[in-house]
């Protein structure tokens, strides 16, 4: 196979054209190389570059990225990555140059997370929901539920910017208590039991300040220790969206 340099120079009448260089010629038989006409040199290759680069002008700027999805079961893995999203959109510094370079009267995008999931990591639940509260503070986040919003998905879903949250006509919705499986003496037990009823707390908690629910409305719902369905229309009743699309 050949390689081909090509050189650009400017004839008289302002045009650019290409002249040849000298190839080389490589046969793959035995890594034996044919000796042909010399390759360019690394200096003749870097002011190829350094002329293109000057013809073309520099690169267009990054743009500020919004949109990201978490379609799957809430668990460590899926929360680093919804995290590390959030971290990047939301950034203060970046939200703020961001802004400055658009014309005057228009507004950054909102950041866009599309949401499916069956529930999962009360914990993982927790990290995602706390890192959508600081990202607030800099963007607005409009959460779009698809397909199933259930368990630790309810939170995460009401979690979006009021106003923003959306969910589309059949994604079915549902909301439990804490569930957790756990082994040892009984007072390891008690403690564990402790523990599960601060996490369900809290849930409440967060679930009251995001949603029309009040706390006697959701404390009525987990004691039914079963699963509560909710179609599309009833979360937006219950404000744990703000419209079925």
Same mark, same amino acid.
């Given at each position: 196979?050949?390689?081909?340099?090509?050189?650009?120079?400017?004839?008289?009448?302002?045009?650019?054209?290409? /002249?040849?260089?000298? %190839?080389?010629?490589?046969?793959?038989?035995?890594?034996?190389?044919?000796?042909?006409?010399?390759?360019?040199?690394?200096?003749?290759?870097?002011?190829?570059?350094?002329?293109?680069?000057?013809?073309?002008?520099?690169? +267009?700027?990054?743009?500020? +990225?919004? %949109?990201?999805?978490?379609?799957?079961?809430?668990?460590?893995?899926? #929360?680093?990555?919804?995290?590390?999203?959030?971290?990047?959109?939301?950034?203060?510094?970046?939200?703020?140059?961001? &802004?400055?370079?658009? +014309?005057?009267?228009?507004?950054?995008?909102?950041?866009?997370?599309?949401?499916? /999931?069956?529930?999962?990591?009360?914990?993982?639940?927790?990290?995602?929901?706390?890192?959508?509260?600081?990202?607030?503070?800099?963007?607005?986040?409009?959460?779009?539920?698809?397909?199933?919003?259930?368990?630790?998905? %309810?939170?995460?879903?009401?979690?979006? %910017? *009021?106003?923003?949250?959306?969910?589309?006509?059949?994604? *079915?919705?549902?909301?439990?208590?804490?569930?957790?499986?756990?082994?040892?003496?009984?007072?390891?037990?008690?403690?564990?039991?402790?523990?599960? &009823?601060?996490?369900?707390?809290?849930?409440?908690?967060?679930?009251?300040?995001? /949603?029309?629910? /009040?706390?006697? &409305?959701?404390?009525?719902?987990?004691?039914?220790?079963?699963?509560?369905?909710?179609?599309?229309?009833? #979360?937006?009743?219950?404000?744990? #969206?703000?419209?079925?699309?």
């Amino acid at each position: 196979m050949s390689f081909i340099f090509k050189e650009f120079i400017y004839n008289k009448g302002g045009q650019m054209k290409f /002249t040849k260089k000298k %190839t080389k010629t490589i046969i793959d038989e035995g890594n034996k190389e044919k000796e042909g006409e010399d390759l360019p040199t690394q200096e003749d290759v870097e002011a190829a570059k350094d002329m293109l680069a000057a013809m073309m002008g520099p690169p +267009p700027e990054e743009e500020m +990225p919004s %949109t990201f999805m978490m379609y799957g079961d809430v668990n460590e893995e899926r #929360a680093a990555d919804i995290v590390s999203a959030l971290l990047l959109l939301g950034d203060k510094k970046r939200v703020k140059k961001a &802004q400055d370079k658009l +014309p005057e009267g228009e507004e950054l995008d909102d950041i866009t997370f599309y949401l499916s /999931t069956y529930g999962g990591s009360a914990d993982d639940m927790m990290a995602i929901y706390d890192m959508m509260r600081l990202t607030k503070l800099n963007r607005d986040i409009e959460v779009i539920g698809m397909g199933k919003i259930m368990s630790a998905g %309810t939170l995460i879903l009401a979690g979006g %910017t *009021r106003g923003k949250r959306k969910i589309m006509k059949n994604c *079915r919705v549902m909301i439990h208590a804490v569930s957790a499986g756990s082994m040892g003496t009984i007072h390891n037990l008690q403690n564990e039991m402790e523990e599960i &009823q601060n996490i369900q707390d809290s849930y409440i908690a967060a679930l009251c300040k995001e /949603t029309l629910l /009040t706390k006697r &409305q959701l404390k009525k719902m987990l004691d039914q220790k079963v699963n509560v369905y909710l179609t599309a229309e009833e #979360a937006v009743e219950y404000g744990l #969206a703000d419209e079925v699309i």
